[in-house]
């Protein structure tokens, strides 16, 4: 006896078994997974790698210290503590205080940042930093997702840590006065 003709009444046993209503879960794609992963792994190590890169050839940071303003309305879990990373790195200190409670003389680091959510995971989908002191900007930078955001799952230091180098790395805009008296006019004859 072969082993089709044994095999033939369990095969069609196992379907009587089945016949009825069969539900179907709707998995992630195993392809959509791989190509964000791909290109999450290439953010974090292109990261990485600049980051090392930029470590060797930094300028000194021209603020000692910066004092960082609470923003209670951040929502991202992870972004205070990469900026206060960026700044030691940078040997800068940083000081967080409550909205209004900072010394006036000190250079004032304030952030605003959003967080997007796809399929139950948070990312990161905005940021912006700036520097300011005496009510007047010295620095700015903006992180906005690169077209296509094949970024989005990359890390939350991974996408600023370039931006607070620069923030960091920027000296301070001199600051113009008006001038005391009108610049004379020319000669009225010439």
Known sequence: ????????????????????????????????????????????????????????????????KICIEWNEAVTVPD??????????????????????????????????????WEEDAAYLSFASIALQQGGKTLAKVTYEPRMLSLDRWASTEAKLVFLLDELISQPPRPSFAAPASPLPSPPAGK
């Not at 967080?96 to 959003?114: F, I, S």
């Open 1 to 64: 006896m072969s082993i089709r003709l044994l095999l033939r009444p369990a095969l069609f046993g196992c379907l009587g078994l089945l016949s009825g209503c069969i539900t179907v879960q709707s998995l992630p794609s195993p392809a959509r997974d791989v190509f964000t992963l791909s290109f999450s792994v290439a953010s974090e190590m292109q990261a990485m790698a600049e980051k090392a890169e930029q470590s060797m050839a930094r300028r000194p940071a021209p603020y000692k």
């Open 79 to 116: 972004m205070l503590s990469v900026i206060e990373a960026a700044l030691r790195r940078r040997q800068v200190d940083a000081q967080v205080y409550a909205p209004g409670t900072a010394p006036a003389a000190c250079v004032m680091l304030l952030y605003a940042a959003t967080r997007a």
